[in-house]
């Protein structure tokens, strides 16, 4: 595991953005290799996005060999919906670049049969060799995706009952209503994310600290699901300099200097705007 200490917020968004070019750039993507990227709807990523919106537009890239599966969904929201994962998804990112329309996929919340939605999801994420990269946030209480505390770490893409906490958090964006908020959501499982070749998962704020001190410090615990990257051969955690409240500073200080190197020269390829 590889643990990242910036800074900001806007440092993890950019940095995350720069990772996710280089990725597709050494992959040297085609018709018939196409870059498998996994992406979540998760507010964390907003500054993620806006930085490769701005690397396509620089023209430092492109997105025409990229296919892209969606992390989650709720159950029971229009793709319309202003909170709906499509429409996130979409407003933020999608109608920025020149991604292809027959090469995004997103869970379907609205779906009739939710288990066999979730099914043809592992299927056509399968056909297309699973994800070359998993980029995802975490919520408090560890959970990637929608992947709440309990989750097998086994699980695959299924509708999840959403927690009473999580429900809670979200009420500011349903118009301060507990009522509007959906029950439950599809989201892809723990050991479906751990299949992925390599796995990024951003953290900021003081609010996300504890989940960070159990990725990093804790043990292997389906309580927080983010510990389930220790399991992983190629993950990697990018934190702001808040998140890392609860880790020890001896912790800190051994990531930090293990990629003194390494962010020297991001700073240098990369340099933030």
Not at 134 to 157: C, D, H, M, Q, W
Not at 180 to 187: D, F, I, N, Q, R
Request: aromatic share 10%; hydrophobic share 40%; with cysteine.
């Amino acid at each position: 595991m590889r643990l990242i200490l910036l800074d900001s917020a806007q440092a993890v968004g950019w940095w995350s953005a720069c990772h996710i070019i280089e990725c597709i750039q050494a992959f040297k993507p085609c018709v018939e290799r196409p870059f498998v990227l996994g992406l979540s709807a998760s507010k964390t990523l907003l500054a993620t996005y806006r930085g490769l919106i701005e690397h396509y537009q620089a023209g430092n890239l492109s997105f025409q060999h990229v296919v892209v599966f969606t992390l989650e969904e709720y159950v029971g929201l229009e793709p319309s919906h202003s909170q709906s994962h499509h429409y996130f998804m979409y407003y933020h990112f999608f109608n920025h670049v020149d991604l292809r329309p027959e090469n995004i996929h997103l869970l379907n919340g609205m779906a009739v049969k939710p288990e066999e939605t979730c099914q043809q999801y592992e299927e056509q994420l399968q056909k297309y060799g699973g994800l070359q990269l998993l980029v995802g946030g975490v919520s408090g209480n560890g959970s990637i995706a929608f992947n709440e505390p309990g989750s097998s770490l086994t699980s695959r893409t299924r509708a999840k009952t959403l927690a009473e906490k999580t429900r809670q958090d979200k009420v500011p964006f349903f118009s301060n209503r507990l009522s509007e908020v959906p029950t439950s959501a599809l989201t892809i499982g723990t050991g479906t994310l751990l299949e992925a070749k390599e796995i990024m998962v951003l953290v900021s704020g003081y609010h996300k600290a504890l989940a960070l001190q159990a990725a990093v410090e804790g043990s292997i615990n389906y309580l927080w699901g983010i510990s389930s990257l220790q399991l992983h051969p190629k993950s990697v955690l990018i934190c702001d300099e808040p998140a890392t409240q609860e880790l020890k500073i001896k912790t800190v200080n051994y990531f930090r200097a293990l990629e003194t190197d390494n962010l020297a020269r991001w700073l240098k390829l990369y340099p933030m705007p």
